[in-house]
């Protein structure tokens, strides 16, 4: 069928997988931090707004939302007494930093 309203799928030039090469082909993306190391671990946290907590991280998905118990918020320059959460969840889209609290480790640099 040519001319208007023809065949459905599009051909080799309108969406789908790029010529000579598989939908499958994409190079997964590695993340720069791999917060499995820090599992069971006291972390702190500090968020958008100047919020910060610490925490033992229990678990985390890849949009970096983190699950912490014991978790204490904590307030820059004491101005208000820290609070005490227990178990939370943390929304990864607000996190700024991430930290050990036992110290800092140096990793490679990912874009060298």
């Known amino acids: 069928m040519s001319g208007r309203g023809?065949?459905?799928g599009g051909g080799p030039s309108r969406?789908?997988?790029p010529s000579g090469g598989h939908a499958g082909d994409k190079k997964k993306r590695e993340s720069i931090l791999n917060l499995q190391t820090y599992v069971d671990q006291?972390?702190?946290v500090k968020f958008m707004g100047g919020r910060e907590v610490t925490g033992i991280l229990k678990g985390y998905d890849q949009l970096m939302n983190l699950v912490m118990d014991e978790v204490v918020?904590?307030?820059e320059n004491g101005s208000m007494p820290s609070r005490e959460l227990g178990l939370v969840v943390l929304r990864g889209?607000?996190?700024v930093?991430?930290?050990p609290t036992d110290g800092s480790a140096?990793?490679?640099n990912?874009?060298?």
């Open 6 to 8: 023809g065949g459905r």
């Open 15 to 17: 969406g789908g997988a």
């Open 42 to 44: 006291s972390i702190r």
């Open 73 to 75: 918020e904590e307030y």
């Open 93 to 95: 889209p607000n996190v």
């Open 97 to 99: 930093l991430i930290s």
């Open 106 to 108: 140096e990793i490679e």
């Open 110 to 112: 990912p874009f060298n």
